[in-house]
Each structure stands twice: as C-alpha cells, then as structure tokens.
T-cell receptor
Framework: DTEVTQTPKHLVMGMTNKKSLKCEQH?????MYWYKQKAKKPPELMFV???????INESVPSRFSPECPNSSLLNLHLHALQPEDSALYLC???????????FGPGTRLTVL | AQSVAQPEDQVNVAEGNPLTVKCTYS??????LFWYVQYPNRGLQFLLK??????LVKGSYGFEAEFNKSQTSFHLKKPSALVSDSALYFC??????????????FGTGTLLAVQP
C-alpha cells in the first residue's frame, strides 16, 4: 500500500462543534505531518510527529489538537474553530532518513 | 533560514511546446530541493528532488529539473507540454538537520496553464 488516505473528504462544522480528521498510511513511514492550505497558497506546516511523538508544533492555536495513536494513524481534533480556519487540511508522511514527503488528498473543512 | 522563490504566479504555454517553471533558492549549506504538483481539489504529488549528484534530475510524468549552483536556481522543465499538465506547481526546500526536524519550506506556487 503506497497511499496516504484521509477522511472525511469534506467536513462542514459550526463554531461550537467538535470533530476529528483522520489520516492513515501503511507504508511504514515514521514521520507524519499536518498542513493547512488556503486556496492557491502553499501548505503551512502545523505539526510533525516522529515515532508517534510530537516533535514540531508550529505555534498552532489550541483549538487544533493532534494525536498519533499508532504508527499508521494520525488524527487532528478540532474544537471551537473559527471561520478563518476553513481550509484544505493535508496529511503527509515520510521516511525519517529520506527527504520527500508523500501527501494525502486532504480534507476540505468549512467552518460556519 | 532556507527559502525558495517562484517569481511567476502563472505560466501559459501551448500544448506541445516546452515549458519552464522557475524556482530560485536561498540556503545555508547544501540544498535539498523538491518539486510538487497539485491538481484541483487534490493533495500534493511529489515530482522530483535534488539532493546531490547530477545537476539534471529526472522525475515523474516526463518532468525534469536543472540544478544550477551559480544561479541558485532549480527550474522545472518539460520538453513537450500536455493539457493535462495544467496544475499548481510548488518548489520546496528542506529545512532541518535530518530526522524529526525535517520541514519543507514551500514557494508561493506557480499556476501552469497549457492551452490546446
């Protein structure tokens, strides 16, 4: 399996809702990333996990809470989001010793 | 800090003509450079990378890139453009010292439009 999968594809939520985004891979990659991307802009790094431990947090607001329960799964828990958080959320994975990252198709999030 | 610049927001080319998407970099130390492509409503797809070695790097879908140290450039090229190449292209540089500290720093992106 050479894919990174993300669910759901689309998510609409209100500002008081709690929801989660899921990312899954079975390539044995031990580095996993969350990015936020606005339309026609480059991805912005949010979090990096290495061996299931959080190694980088790019000063992301606490309303975004990442979790890496095992080496195949990466979650992003969302709570009390703002309309400006509407974006495409991308998951990526990489072999730690290598360089390139492999991206999932993303979750299109709309916050009302 | 490492950075890349993509000077063109959009590149227009006729199908069958050669295409070039420009990228310049600013790094301390050896550059690790990448090209990614993003089709509408999709994630990013890895095209190619330069780590070391030959200055001409070949990648997926017939794309190649030329690393030029004196001009600090890493331009993406294809000899004959296809309409299906129309997409958003990102140049990126690796920041970090390996392992868990690796981060990709992306350029602003170039929209490639190939006209039939």
């Amino acid at each position: 399996d050479t894919e990174v999968t993300q669910t759901p594809k689309h998510l609409v939520m209100g500002m008081t809702n709690k929801k989660s985004l899921k990312c899954e891979q079975h390539m044995g990659h031990r580095a996993m990333y969350w990015y936020k991307q606005k339309a026609k802009k480059p991805p912005e790094l949010m979090f990096v996990y290495s061996y299931e431990k959080l190694s980088i947090n790019e000063s992301v607001p606490s309303r975004f809470s990442p979790e890496c329960p095992n080496s195949s799964l990466l979650n992003l828990h969302l709570h009390a989001l703002q309309p400006e958080d509407s974006a495409l959320y991308l998951c990526a994975t990489a072999v730690l010793a290598a360089h390139e990252q492999f991206f999932g198709p993303g979750t299109r999030l709309t916050v009302l | 800090a490492q950075s890349v610049a993509q000077p063109e927001d959009q590149v227009n080319v006729a199908e069958g003509n050669p295409l070039t998407v420009k990228c310049t970099y600013s790094v301390s130390g050896n550059p690790y450079l990448f090209w990614y492509v993003q089709y509408p409503n999709r994630g990013l797809q890895f095209l190619l990378k330069y780590i070391t070695g030959d200055n001409l790097v070949k990648g997926s879908y017939g794309f190649e890139a030329e690393f030029n140290k004196s001009q600090t450039s890493f331009h993406l090229k294809k000899p004959s453009a296809l309409v299906s190449d129309s997409a958003l292209y990102f140049c990126a540089v690796r920041e970090g010292y390996g392992g868990a500290t690796n981060k990709l720093i992306f350029g602003t992106g170039t929209l490639l439009a190939v006209q039939p």
